[in-house]
């Protein structure tokens, strides 16, 4: 009998101990978790340089370099990045396939209210490029009545649609069609094919691609729309919000000591003026 009693009494103490495990497991947040685990799992395109793209058969990039100084601060804790297509990034993350978008994600009113978004990693003001030597786009205002690209799902389509009902609302004609892409080195190669006059993009991207390919194309520096910025993605519950924290707390410390500035100089050729208070309320 007592040695039945002390079979149950353990029993009911390695259940009890079971319990208070499976309790602290559930009550750990994003971060304790991929503290424990030693890995966090990232979305990124790594089709949008200078951000991210493929080099030599490696995902290099500003925000590449980026992460890697943020993850200076968990050094144990090992980097499973996923390479997506952009439209799949944010329903990936509310599905909670992967525990942050780590890419350029272009900030807007949705998107603010709907997701945590980190403290900016970049300007994203919108611009446009040019076949060089065109001379009949050198504003804004030129693309009234021209056939112009963006990526599909993107902030800039929005800005693209919402510039064309602008010059609509100033007496000019729209943009005659907005043309989508999976990605911005579809929309690139048609522009230089002459099947779109112009391609809608953030103003660093731009600036990029010229130093790259500037024997065919040209950006105008003049921007359109609200200012903007890029940032990275997370989700908006408590669950992530001392990862969130904890990346915006590294970003404080790069600008601070002149790291974020460095990487700037070596990606995009100069350094950008960013909130590191809180990411400031898109209008739109």
């Known amino acids: 009998m007592r040695s039945a009693l002390k079979l149950c009494t353990s029993t009911l103490l390695v259940a009890s101990l079971s319990l208070a495990v499976a309790s602290i497991a559930t009550a750990a947040d994003l971060l304790d978790r991929i503290k424990a685990k030693g890995e966090i799992t990232i979305a990124s395109e790594a089709r949008y340089p200078p951000f991210e793209y493929v080099e030599n058969g490696k995902i290099v990039g500003y925000g590449v370099d980026l992460f890697e100084e943020v993850m200076k601060a968990l050094p144990d804790v090992k980097v499973n990045r996923l390479d997506l297509p952009f439209q799949g990034l944010l329903p990936g993350l509310q599905t909670e396939k992967f525990d942050a978008i780590i890419t350029s994600v272009t900030v807007n009113k949705q998107r603010y209210d709907t997701y945590r978004l980190s403290l900016p990693i970049a300007d994203a003001s919108f611009s446009y490029v040019k076949r060089k030597g065109d001379t009949a786009l050198n504003t804004p205002e030129d693309l009234s009545g021209k056939n112009v690209g963006t990526q599909a799902g993107s902030a800039q389509l929005k800005g693209t649609e919402a510039f064309s009902e602008d010059l609509k609302a100033k007496g000019l004609a729209p ?110």
């Open 175 to 284: 943009i005659a069609n907005i043309q989508t892409y999976v990605d911005f080195n579809e929309a690139y190669a048609d522009l230089a094919a002459g099947r779109t006059d112009a391609v809608v993009n953030s103003l660093p991207n731009l600036l990029y691609l010229q130093t790259q390919r500037g024997d065919v194309f040209e950006t105008i520096r003049t921007t359109f729309g609200d200012p903007t910025y890029f940032s990275w993605a997370f989700r908006k519950d408590d669950d992530s919000k001392a990862l969130a924290d904890f990346i915006d707390d590294q970003f404080r410390k790069l600008a601070a000591d002149g790291t974020m500035a460095k990487l700037q100089e070596k990606w995009f050729g100069f350094t950008m003026k960013l909130p590191t208070d809180a990411l400031p309320e898109p209008k739109s």
